[in-house]
Each structure stands twice: as C-alpha cells, then as structure tokens.
C-alpha cells in the first residue's frame, strides 16, 4: 500500500538553528514528492518538489528537501531557522503510475523559539 | 500567479441543512480537490475531477457529493449537514501531473 509517514508529530527549534522535517515514502513507481506549509487558519502553500534529477531541492522561504532513494525519504530542511517559519508542513507524495492523487502526511508542527 | 477561491470562511449551518460549498480556480486547471482537515487526521480526500463532469471518489465520499458543470468551478455538496461534517474545507487546483494549489479554506460548523 501507498503511504507517507511523517515520524514527529512537532519539531522544536531554537532560532537560528538548522532545522529537519522528516518525511519517509512507499509508492508504487517513481515517487513524486512534495512539500506544503500551512500557516494558522490558512490554506496550504506550496514550498517544493522533486519530479526527477538533482537529489537536492530548492524552494521557497529558504528551505530545501533532500530526496534519498535508498532510504525512501524526503526530509525538508532549512539551514537557519526564523520564528516565522513556525507552521504545520505537510508531506506528499504522487507514485509515477498512480492517478492524480496526492497521498498525505499527518504533517509535523514546527515551532521556532526565539 | 495561480488563484483559488472558495466561497466563505466561514460558514454555521443547522443539522439537516443542505450546504453548498463553492470553489473556483483561475488558471485553467483540469484537476479539482475537495479535501477535509481535521486536527491529528491530516488531509483526507473527498472528491476529485479530472475533467468537466467528469468525478472520482476519494477516501472519504460518503455524505458528500460534487458538482463540475464549468472547468473553473468545483463545488462540494452535503445533503444533509451533520455535526459530524464540521470540519476545515479546503479546495486544490492542479495541471493534470502538477503540484496542488490551494484555496483558503471554509471553516465549516454544524450545530
């Protein structure tokens, strides 16, 4: 069966700190990955994907995903973390030969503490 | 850049109520979501369409229906409000194999 599992249901951070999000993967195919953010009482944003090619993602506010075939993960990442970056992220992810649904994370709280 | 809409933000209805939830993208995408987010349940899929007419159920349909009459709008139906359905409501747009843009969400209650 298809499945994300995001491990950590919140990610405390002090400022200025790198900071992780972990997502890991099954899918049947190529994986399609993605990455949202939710700020309170908004609907998701869009921060990233990988379709194909370079393993390291870029995207935006800064953050950057690392996808790692051998270990089915996609973890988000982000080198100096700000107290605005404090959301709910979700991840998500397409197999190559599914239709055109996203399976969905639990998503991970991130709270940055000044 | 990519716009969606829905129609309210927020919305109180009565147990029994028929329901309307409206949602309207302006790029011309083939792909229309209706998701629900509960706290600790994540998104879970309602209704999709690939297409004008054209739906497929999610995860979780029962209760629910969907109409796409036009390529730019996707609404969400509940037959019959129950306090079960209050939930956050959130639409999503995307090309055929793109990323998913959403709308703000319609915070929906059911008394």
């Known amino acids: 069966a298809q499945s994300v599992a995001q491990p950590e249901d919140q990610v405390n951070v002090a400022e200025g700190n790198p900071l992780t999000v972990k997502c890991t993967y099954s899918v049947s195919g190529n994986p399609y990955l993605f990455w949202y953010v939710q700020y309170p009482n908004r609907g998701l944003q869009f921060l990233l994907k990988?379709?194909?090619?370079d393993n390291l993602v870029k995207g935006s506010y800064g953050f950057e995903a690392e996808f790692n075939k051998s270990q089915t993960s996609f973890h988000l990442k982000k080198p100096s973390a700000l107290v605005s970056d404090s959301a709910l992220y979700f991840c998500a992810v397409r197999g190559s030969d599914s239709n055109y649904q996203l399976i969905w994370g639990a998503g991970t709280k991130l709270i940055i503490k000044p | 850049d990519v716009k969606v809409t829905q129609s309210s933000r927020y919305l109180v209805k009565r147990t029994g109520e028929k329901v309307f939830l409206e949602c309207v993208q302006d790029m011309d995408h083939e792909n229309m979501f209706w998701y629900r987010q509960d706290p600790g349940l994540g998104l879970r899929l309602i209704y999709f369409s690939y297409d004008v007419k054209m739906k497929e159920k999610g995860d979780i349909p029962e209760g629910y229906s969907v109409s796409r009459e036009k390529k730019e709008r996707f609404s969400l139906i509940l037959e019959s409000a129950s306090t079960n359905q209050t939930s956050m409501y959130l639409c999503a747009s995307s090309l055929r194999f793109g990323e998913q843009f959403f709308g703000p969400g319609t915070r929906l209650t059911v008394l």
């Open positions: 990988y379709i194909t090619g």
